[in-house]
């Protein structure tokens, strides 16, 4: 076996994991007036399906005070019973031990969705928006805690194995637990012992509550950098007050916080394994708790050292079974290298959440969606058809890969010597290299299923029509527009002085430009395009100036939480931010820039110009085939210029349709 450390089967209080995969807990925001459906089974079952020992679902809010998303469940009503029941009884039927998580986030909570004062120890600021909290009162302490445990018996009557209680991030619990959050001189601050009072008594109440045959885990977090939250030797401390008293069964360990949310959810800007320093020190003191690792285990290869080493007893994969539900059976099977790893990205995950939609993947558009298309798996057609895919960005990979999936007989014709598209040369981007990854797992993919890749086929249409295909895809991107023209400065049609030493990001990435030291980068994006370019650029020891319209470079980054590291990375670098600002003028001393708060002109000195703005769809082919009457469809950017995500999931709707 490849992998032998993660199917070993573990004992878990009165269940037997059956591997050291766990799927952890994080908001889907998939609820419908507060309960779970459709999507939420679907989304569940498939990773069920796919062999995760543990799945524990999102959290469950246990108080009006802690309800944080539009997609929270509705806590302290009997009526989410029957809904999870239907989850929790599809899951198991894989053999999946079915835990939630228990949550309540103290002074941080959504005042906008709750319509409830957020409650804390000592009245603390929010670090979700700008509000402030309620101190809570004895009678209000008692109050969450009977929120805890009636929220845990609703569980166990949905047919849950367990409940995790979640201490982690600096919420509710932790919040006690941290003197800075903690300014109590009752019996619920002061001491360890007192400050750890609140979150003993829920666990304690639980398991008297719901008996032996119950489950009971700790979230934590490890925050090392920040000096008012627990060091790891603080926490390891608290942790072990746990496990002596036998309060849990097992703890789980992820990174960051409120206060550092870009750790909470880290993009590829970080290191992998971020959280197995912590739980090093955890597995030195528990005696009788399991102790789980997450925050970048995106692997198989990542979790078997993981546990091979003795850092964790189990690990905690998310991100990585969304972009791939299968994950661990084809690790199981000796299939590693057909699992599609996740890119580390944040787009659509936390990238959605962040606004309040559910949560689905770039790279699996059917997370979210398992209820409609059926998961990651694709039914055979019964009359196989000849499909033509004309272009191998990421649009027309996954148009290629989804029909040979189901048995058409698929051409793809890519007019360069190598498939990837734009998509290909974001992955040259500095700490980017996973998009490399993902476009060797197509070729890998296409070959086995035997896809006819055809490079350096440039098709017109009149090639297309002797082809004779029963189906055309055109998978034909965009291009960079190359007048310069920005949304800040409608009236301008054409940036003036195009002529010399003014180069797109493509050209940047594609190192056919020719730049002097001295480089501005005029970015309206605010997303990788522009702003990884600026980093690659940076990083090969050019001076770069960030011109943009945005009160921020990075400013679509935001959602993503990857613009903070990245703002700092730049910065490090040498990189000059204007932000606010537009262009006026190139030329052969550099750029005219304008301020948009002021109206003041200034001129940046500058040997070459690098434009990031929307590409125009390359819509061609599509115009010429329409005129021979030669059916086709446009997907991707192709059909309209957009991030990956949309490209993807176009080549997967396109694949299925057909």
């Not at 037997?16 to 952890?24: C, M, P």
């Not at 003795?310 to 690990?315: H, I, K, Q, T, Y």
């Not at 990001?505 to 020719?514: F, I, P, Q, Y």
Request: hydrophobic content about 40%.
């Amino acid at each position: 076996m490849s992998f032998p450390h993660i199917f070993k089967p573990i004992q878990l209080r009165h269940k037997t994991l059956k591997n050291r995969v766990v799927f952890g807990a994080h908001t889907t925001n998939m609820a419908v007036e507060g309960l779970p459906g459709d999507q939420h089974l679907g989304y569940y079952l498939e990773r069920a399906m796919g062999g995760a020992a543990m799945i524990v679902v999102e959290p469950m809010p246990v108080h009006p005070a802690a309800v944080l998303t539009r997609g929270n469940f509705r806590p302290g009503t009997d009526d989410v019973i029957p809904h999870f029941k239907r989850i929790t009884d599809a899951c198991k039927a894989h053999g999946t031990v079915m835990i939630q998580q228990l949550y309540h986030v103290g002074a941080h909570g959504d005042q906008d969705n709750s319509w409830h004062a957020a409650w804390s120890p000592s009245g603390g600021p929010s670090y979700h928006d700008s509000d402030g909290s309620h101190e809570m009162s004895e009678a209000e302490i008692e109050e969450t805690i009977t929120g805890f445990v009636e929220a845990a018996v609703r569980c166990q009557e949905a047919g849950f194995d367990g409940v995790e209680v979640w201490a982690a991030y600096h919420c509710l619990l932790d919040q006690f637990w941290t003197p800075w959050s903690n300014q109590r001189t009752d019996q619920w601050g002061g001491s360890l012992e007192n400050r750890t009072r609140f979150s003993r008594e829920i666990m304690r109440r639980i398991r008297a509550t719901c008996g032996d045959d119950f489950i009971i885990g700790l979230s934590i977090n490890d925050e090392p950098d920040l000096e008012v939250m627990p060091s790891r030797k603080e926490m390891a401390e608290i942790v072990a007050i746990y496990d002596a008293e036998g309060l849990m069964d097992y703890v789980t360990a992820g990174s960051g916080s409120y206060l550092d949310f870009y750790r909470l959810l880290p993009t590829f800007q970080y290191g992998d394994k971020l959280t197995v320093d912590l739980t090093k020190r955890l597995k030195d003191v528990v005696k009788h708790a399991l102790v789980t690792s997450e925050s970048l285990i995106r692997t198989p290869e990542n979790a078997n050292t993981v546990l091979g080493s003795g850092e964790a007893d189990l690990v905690s994969i998310v991100r990585g079974q969304i972009a791939d539900p299968h994950l661990v059976n084809k690790a199981a099977e000796g299939r590693a290298e057909d699992v599609r790893g996740c890119l580390s990205c944040n787009q659509m995950c936390w990238g959605r959440r962040g606004r309040d939609y559910w949560i689905s993947c770039v790279v699996n558009p059917s997370a979210g969606r398992e209820h409609i298309w059926g998961g990651d798996r694709f039914a055979s057609v019964s009359d196989p058809k000849s499909v033509l895919v004309v272009g191998g960005g990421p649009a027309g990979l996954e148009a290629a890969r989804v029909a040979a999936e189901r048995g058409h007989n698929v051409v793809l014709a890519e007019a360069s010597d190598r498939l990837g598209g734009q998509f290909g040369l974001a992955g040259l981007q500095p700490r980017r290299a996973q998009i490399i990854d993902l476009i060797a797992w197509y070729e890998r993919q296409l070959e086995q299923l035997g896809v006819d890749v055809r490079f350096h086929s440039y098709l017109d249409a009149d090639d297309i029509a002797e082809l004779g295909m029963e189906h055309v895809v055109l998978a034909t991107g965009s291009l960079p527009a190359g007048t310069g023209f920005q949304k800040a400065l409608p009236h301008v049609a054409q940036l003036p002085g195009l002529d010399a030493n003014v180069w797109s990001t493509e050209d940047v990435m594609g190192r056919s430009a020719r730049l002097g030291h001295d480089v501005v980068v005029l970015d309206e994006g605010g997303n990788w395009k522009g702003c990884g370019t600026a980093w690659h650029l940076a990083q090969q020891g050019h001076a770069v100036t960030i011109v943009t319209p945005d009160p921020l470079v990075g400013k679509e980054l935001q959602r993503s939480a990857a613009d903070f590291p990245l703002r700092k990375t730049l910065a490090a670098l040498g990189v000059t931010f204007r932000p606010e600002s537009a262009l006026t003028q190139w030329g052969a001393d550099g750029a005219t820039v304008l301020s948009l708060l002021t109206g003041m002109e200034e001129k940046v000195s500058a040997a070459s110009l690098v434009i990031s703005t929307v590409n125009q769809a390359d819509t061609g082919l599509k115009t010429e085939l329409d005129k021979i009457g030669v059916n086709s469809v446009l997907i991707g950017d192709g059909h309209a210029p957009r991030n990956a995500a949309f490209a993807i999931h176009d080549g997967r709707k396109a694949g299925l349709s057909l």
